[in-house]
Structure formats: structure tokens, C-alpha cells
């Protein structure tokens, strides 16, 4: 499944200055400094002091957006989001072709004199690897033998989910229902209601099982 990248930019307090003068005299391709939002951002509370937003057009594929960028902790700064400029949402595809460019045609040209690297995440989420083999097995026998119209609610498919949840819960997991109904949806094309359903039931499973007197 793909999934919106992550960026992280290595680069401690001392350079944030720097390093947002870097970009900007990198800057090329439709790319610019989004000097406006960033005083709108300020007169409307944001307090943070490393920010700074990069504007892009819509060529060479991409769509035109922002690219705001914080400061995760006192060596690294990160793209927090990429805002579409026209229309409602990026798709997943979009959000990352834009990244991608900015990471490809600024971030890797820039002329720095000061310690900076970059870390661009994934595309693609694989849900195996939140949780164990084991786990990932039970989920699979599930979905694999379950009625997609009913959801848990035949026995054997109640059991074989059960299954499942009692064994995630057992084992060590990063899970989460956003992930959990992508899959379902997206993978193994379960309906949507159902799949919300099946959510909705995993969700209140690991609070319950984690729950102590």
C-alpha cells in the first residue's frame, strides 16, 4: 500500500538559519519561499521559531503545493505536511511526487558549509512488518476464509478473529486501525462498512485487553 513519505533533515539548532539560506539560493524549477504564510503563521500563533514553508508550482508532473517544514528536536528538522495549493487532498502519489522533488532538485543541491543529511522514508506501507509473523499469519487466515459480507460474524470466522486480535495483543505491535482499514479495504477488498466494522471491533479489543483493575 502506498503511504505518505516521511522526510527528515539532519541539522542541528545552531544552522537552522543557514540552512533555510541554503534552500533558498537553491531554489529552481517553480520552487520559492513561502515568506507570506510564514508571517500568517506567526500572527496566528505559531511560536516554533525553526519553520519555514517552500512553494511549488504545478510543473513537471507535480501538483502546486506547500512544503512546511518544523523542527522535530534539537538535531532534526522534518516536513510535518505538504499542502495542496488547488483542490481539497493530495493523493498519496501526489503528496509524495512533490516531496520527492523537493528532496531531489533542492535538498540534494544544496551548497552547504555546516553538517546536514536527509532521510526520505518509504512509499510503501507494508502492514507486516507492524506486527509479528504470528499475528500477521492469524490475520491473514482470517481475511483469507472470512465471509467479506458478514464480516466476524459466522463462528468459525468469529474465532479465526479472535484469533488474531488475542494474538497481537500477546505480541509486541505497532498496529494502528488507520493501516488496519487500508488493508482490509485496499488488499484484500473487503467492503467498506465491513471493514469499518472489523475496525471499530479491533480497536475496542486492544483497549479492552490492555485494560487493568
Known sequence: MEKFRELYIKVDEEHTGDFVAAVEAALTDGWSRASEAEDNARQHGVDDRDFCYFLCDDRKGRQPAMVSIYRRDAETLYVSNVVP?????????????????????????????FPITFMLGSDQLRIERMMSPE????????????????????????????????????????????????????????????AQDLVSQFEFAMGLLKYKI
Open 85 to 113: 495549493l488547488a483542490g481539497f487532498q493530495l493523493s498519496h502519489q501526489q503528496y509524495n511526487t512533490v516531496l520527492q522533488d523537493f528532496h531531489d532538485c533542492i535538498l540534494t543541491k544544496l551548497h552547504a558549509k
Open 135 to 194: 499475528a500477521f499469519k492469524r490475520l491473514t487466515q482470517f481475511s483469507g476464509s472470512a465471509n467479506k459480507s458478514t464480516g466476524s460474524s459466522h463462528p468459525k470466522d468469529c474465532e479465526r478473529w479472535y484469533a488474531f486480535l488475542v494474538t497481537l495483543n500477546q505480541t509486541r505491535h505497532n498496529l494502528d486501525a488507520g493501516s488496519l482499514l487500508r488493508w482490509l479495504i485496499e488488499v484484500e477488498q473487503w467492503p467498506e462498512n465491513v
